[in-house]
């Protein structure tokens, strides 16, 4: 089992950044896979970025790439996706999850845990 909680959200404004974190209970969390995702209102969900159980590989939705920067921290548990050069259409709640791979997966329907989400607002 893995139990998920995001932190860091917030308003901020456009060309701002934002720091979110996402804390995992559980001993099966550096055998995992972890990934980011937000829905804006009236959308539906998308991937954001996934990161490898090692750390070693990540990778980035195009919409994202060179702004944000996603890393993991084993030792504490915790995933984190760095935001930089926000845009108003980076608005959406943010959510990580976890899934039972090792590379990562930019498909929702592989992940198997998820967190509450994180409200993301960029003021233009």
């Known amino acids: 089992q893995v139990q998920l909680v995001e932190s860091g959200g917030g308003l901020v404004q456009a060309g701002g950044s934002l720091r979110l974190s996402c804390a995992a209970s559980?001993?099966?969390?550096?055998?995992?896979?972890m990934g980011w995702f937000r829905q804006a209102p009236g959308k539906e969900r998308e991937f954001v970025s996934t990161?490898?159980?090692?750390?070693?590989?990540?990778y980035y939705a195009d919409s994202v790439k060179g702004r944000f920067t996603i890393s993991r921290d084993n030792a504490k548990n915790t995933v984190y996706l760095q935001m930089d050069s926000l845009k108003p259409e980076d608005t959406a709640v943010y959510y990580c999850?976890?899934?039972?791979?090792?590379?990562?997966?930019?498909?929702?329907?592989?992940?198997?845990?998820w967190g509450q989400g994180t409200q993301v607002t960029v003021s233009s």
């Open positions: 990161i490898s159980w090692s750390g070693g590989s990540t």
């Open positions: 999850a976890a899934v039972p791979k090792i590379l990562g997966s930019s498909l929702d329907r592989e992940y198997d845990y």
């Open positions: 559980g001993r099966t969390f550096s055998r995992r896979a």
